[in-house]
């Protein structure tokens, strides 16, 4: 997925130290793109983009699996970003918790209960 931002290194900065990304694009530019595994986040300039943050139902709801969340969630605590709905075992048997990127999508990080 692509995210805007007036300045694409903001974004990228917080996939990479933040959500454990890496950078595979070089520096400057326009756009600035980050991987971890399968997924791939292009961080894009736009002199235009909206002010976070954007909860749903306004804006998305992106879904980042991972295989422990509870390490997740200690990365990110770590990094010192803020949790915008802390760790919750949902009924349907996944755990999950919600932060927003710098750009105002917000993250929902799940993983096996």
Known sequence: YEVFHRNPR?????????LGFRQIDPEGGDYIGVVRDDLHVGCSKHPDAPPPPRKPPVGSEVVLRVEDVN???DRVRAAGWPIEDDLVTRPWGMTDFR??????????????A
Not at 10 to 18: G, M
Not at 99 to 112: K, V
């Open 10 to 18: 903001v974004p990228a900065d917080f996939y990479v130290r933040v």
């Open 71 to 73: 390490a997740e969630l």
């Open 99 to 112: 932060i927003f990127d710098p750009t105002g999508q917000y993250l929902r990080i799940t993983g096996p």
